[in-house]
């Protein structure tokens, strides 16, 4: 079961910025949009794919060799089919777009272990004021709490010019990580993807097994 990663934040935050120290080498990166990173750097291996079984797909064959995972603007999967069937009537697209967000985070936990699989994604308020991510109208809301599903939650937020990660709930939002992971004096860290998935490798104790023993299954 690999190890499952939310990161939050409204868009200008830096959830893709914090991409930018990953080892390129073994990080693979799947865009629900075909737009460029926000910071140089040539040998990133990526692919543009915003549907379902493409997402899957792409995940499989990167876990050959990546040990991270990054889907960057995981919503817009659910957002593009959602306007790709818009001429649609009823309420049946609604229950397929749904379903195939719930699948994606549980096909993402059926990697190996040593994988870490960060989804980015967009959030939104409620009528209570409380800031969540962003899904498609109620399909998914009314029977699915989407960081129900996962430990680890960080959202980027942005202070005084200053880009971090916040890695405790701050009462009116739904971060969350394990106990121990961040100490009090870390609920804010910097905006450093590469630095929050050090502390999960370390926090977990992963072991990443030789490339030989990953294409031998």
């Known amino acids: 079961m690999s190890i499952n990663v939310l990161v939050l934040g409204e868009s200008g935050t830096g959830k893709t ?17 075909a737009k460029p990173m926000p910071f140089r750097g040539s040998n990133w291996r990526m692919i543009v794919c915003d549907h379902f079984d493409g997402i899957v797909n792409a995940m499989h064959r990167a876990s050959q060799w990546a040990e991270a995972i990054v889907i960057d603007d995981a919503q817009y999967m659910l957002a593009n089919e959602f306007f790709a069937r818009s001429a649609e009537k009823g309420y049946e697209k609604f229950s397929d777009i749904g379903s195939h967000g719930v699948r994606l ?25 409380r800031e969540k991510a962003k899904t498609i109208g109620k399909a998914i809301d009314s029977k699915y709490t989407v960081e129900g599903a996962f430990t680890i939650c960080v959202k980027a937020v942005v202070h005084e010019g200053q880009y971090y990660f916040s890695t405790k709930s701050n009462g009116f939002d739904t971060v969350k990580t394990p106990i ?27 072991f990443v097994p030789a490339k030989e023993d990953v294409q031998n299954g």
């Open 17 to 33: 910025s914090s991409l930018r120290n990953m080892p390129q080498e073994k990080t693979a990166i799947i865009k629900t949009i």
């Open 180 to 206: 121990g992971m961040f100490s009090d004096d870390e609920r804010f860290v910097p905006n450093d993807l590469q630095e929050v998935d050090r502390k999960i490798v370390e926090y977990y104790g992963l």
């Open 105 to 129: 985070i549980q096909e993402s936990m059926k990697l190996p272990n040593h994988i870490r699989v960060y989804m980015l994604w967009h959030t939104e308020f409620t009528e209570q004021g």
